[in-house]
């Protein structure tokens, strides 16, 4: 009867504490602002890109570099009104992006892309969290940041892609 009583009580128990292990996740549009306190708190349109892994951030004069006998990377910003302005942050990891491409049998495959992959600090809404970008030139995009998976769950976000710009300019 006591064993019973324990696993009535452990139920009991877990049911209390469901709420908090399976919190809702805030529902983002497909495209957000997002601000960049490390990078003069500039304010970006992004994509929130459930199918993309990682964030990627449209850079240009991408150079990598060894300091302390670590890697570091300096860029500028690709975007259309970035200033001159050259970034320096160190280097979390190069990642390997594989090209996507046409289903043909006598097409050679692409190697992948190497990039750069720094940890950096984004605001959403009044949220803000260090992520893994990737450093690459979206400035063939329209819009110079894109969000990927990994970083959503950061956010603990949910995208809604028939909705736009919900949450408020970033306030972090």
Do not use: Q
Not at 46 to 68: P, V
Request: contains cysteine; negative net charge; charged residues 30%.
């Amino acid at each position: 009867m006591e064993a019973h009583y324990v696993k009535s009580l452990l139920a009991l128990l877990s049911l209390i504490a469901l709420p908090a292990l399976a919190a809702e996740p805030t529902l983002y549009g497909r495209y957000e602002y997002i601000a960049l306190p490390e990078i003069g708190g500039e304010v970006l349109k992004a994509k929130m890109d459930t199918g993309a892994l990682t964030a990627s951030l449209s850079a240009k004069d991408i150079e990598t570099f060894t300091r302390d006998g670590e890697d570091w990377v300096r860029f500028r910003l690709a975007t259309k009104d970035a200033s001159n302005k050259v970034y320096e942050h160190k280097v979390a990891r190069i990642s390997k992006i594989k090209t996507r491409s046409e289903e043909d049998e006598d097409e050679d495959v692409a190697a992948p892309t190497k990039r750069p992959v720094v940890d950096l600090e984004l605001c959403l809404g009044n949220v803000k969290r260090t992520v893994e970008v990737n450093l690459t030139d979206r400035s063939s995009f329209n819009y110079p940041l894109l969000i990927g998976a990994k970083a959503l769950r950061e956010f603990g976000a949910a995208v809604n892609p028939a909705r736009r710009f919900t949450a408020d300019k970033p306030d972090c």
